[in-house]
């Protein structure tokens, strides 16, 4: 066991390594993998640095040196970058350095660990930077000048040292105690979401514990009876027990069509007489019609719906799944709800535009209806058998009953799109009067 003063530990990774891991065929990911790998390799050995540790979706890596680190890190970017295009691929690294003192370990033959708080802080700041990034730890043992490095773009643009380094707020890390300070590596031609506004995952600066948002529950609908609109999940509480908890259709979001053991995630609020219900219920793997919030440059982006209580949900767009169709904002499609890391959250899959249109202009700006204007919705779920539905418009749900049908004999069916009267529901929302078809959705 040999302890020296310092070293220089990078920790390299794929950023979504388990969204496309699931995303990807096996051999699509292996193939992906490998050539990750020896990308990686190839720049460390080229930069001296050693292998410490294989992390299955990276390397944890040391240099003699941090220019060495950082430039080995940007030069894995850049190949990254050029060798497998992010738009093409839905790959990009990330990457967390840190200089400290360590201790050296002897593992087998020829093979070594190390033990360092620098190499915990590389491996944290690791896990919380997003794609394409590189965050560099302050030291304050290291010494202070700025590592000499350079960037292919920013050897064309002449960028000074200096130009390299975004100084980020002080933040904590999970098992490294106090905040700590570190900069983002500007290596691009441009400053990117990824590298210069938020490199990383949020922070907080101050001691002010931040706002307690509703408690998110996963269960599984154990009844539902679809003719009067109502069933129960069953859920797993924070005291480590099975409950039940009561929910009306009216709170699923988008009015997805439920059948039991369909997995759900859901939020709890008081319902009458101050009993719990769930709301805001969102089963996976269902099929949702939305409309395209973000888009950028690679493919990637956001589609948008909105509940019951006029939230909005968001659901991430990963590059490889849109990048052959023609999307643009403001389209509404059709998407299969799934889930994805803490990083992104709910992601959308099977993208596809609905129809083929898009809603009306008028129907795609706002967010608030006004009493007795006519408007147009898309159908999204409708009992034949109980005579009530429920219909889309700028993102909010319309009560439909077949009394305010023009033709009672014409059955909405979901994608139909229908003209209404705007009136008054229950609860603040919103109920079509006058019901008319101005396009029946094609059998399939």
Not at 86 to 110: H, Q
Not at 164 to 190: M, N
Not at 358 to 371: F, I, M, P, R
Not at 376 to 381: D, F, G, N, W
Request: hydrophobic share 40%; glycine share 8%.
């Amino acid at each position: 066991m040999i302890t020296t003063p310092y070293k220089t530990f990078c920790c390299v990774r794929i950023h979504n390594a388990d969204l496309l891991k699931t995303a990807l065929a096996g051999g699509d990911w292996a193939r992906l993998l490998t050539a990750f790998y020896t990308i990686a390799k190839e720049v460390i050995q080229a930069r001296q640095g050693e292998m410490v540790r294989s992390l299955g979706d990276g390397l944890l890596t040391a240099f003699e040196q941090p220019a060495l680190a950082v430039q080995a890190a940007i030069e894995i970017q850049e190949a990254l970058h050029q060798r497998l295009p992010y738009a093409e691929t839905g790959l990009s690294g990330k990457m967390g350095i840190a200089t400290g003192s360590f201790v050296r370990l002897a593992v087998d033959e020829g093979v070594f660990d190390y033990l360092s708080t620098a190499v915990d802080i590389a491996q944290a700041l690791c896990d919380r930077a997003h794609g394409h990034a590189i965050l560099l730890h302050r030291s304050p043992d290291s010494a202070p000048e700025l590592p000499e490095i350079h960037s292919q773009a920013g050897l064309r643009q002449q960028r000074p040292l200096e130009g390299y380094f975004v100084e980020l707020p002080p933040c904590p890390l999970h098992g490294i105690k106090g905040t700590v300070r570190s900069d983002s590596i500007f290596w691009q031609a441009t400053p990117t979401h990824y590298l210069t506004t938020h490199p990383m995952g949020e922070c907080r600066v101050d001691k002010t514990p931040p706002p307690e948002a509703e408690a998110l529950y996963f269960g599984t609908i154990t009844a539902f009876k679809r003719e009067r609109g109502f069933g129960f999940i069953q859920y797993y509480t924070e005291e480590n027990e099975y409950k039940e908890v009561y929910f009306h259709m009216s709170y699923v979001v988008g009015q997805a069509v439920i059948q039991e053991n369909d997995p759900v995630q859901f939020v709890i609020k008081p319902g009458k007489e101050g009993r719990p219900q769930a709301c805001s219920v969102l089963v996976m793997g269902s099929r949702l019609i939305g409309q395209i919030a973000s888009l950028e440059a690679n493919g990637s982006g956001h589609i948008s719906i909105r509940n019951q209580a006029s939230e909005v949900i968001r659901f991430f767009i990963l590059p490889h799944i849109s990048r052959d169709l023609p999307l643009q904002v403001h389209d509404v499609v059709e998407f299969v709800v799934g889930s994805g890391s803490d990083t992104e959250g709910l992601i959308a899959t099977e993208i596809t535009l609905h129809q083929g249109e898009k809603l009306s202009q008028q129907a795609e700006t706002g967010d608030n209806l006004v009493l007795g204007t006519t408007e147009q919705a898309i159908v999204t779920v409708y009992f034949a058998d109980k005579g009530y539905g429920f219909a889309k418009c700028r993102r909010n749900n319309i009560y439909l009953h077949i009394s305010e049908l023009a033709d009672p004999e014409q059955t909405p069916a979901p994608g139909d799109l229908i003209e209404f009267e705007v009136t008054p529901g229950r609860d603040a929302t919103y109920r079509a009067n006058h019901i008319r078809f101005v396009r029946r959705r094609e059998a399939v």
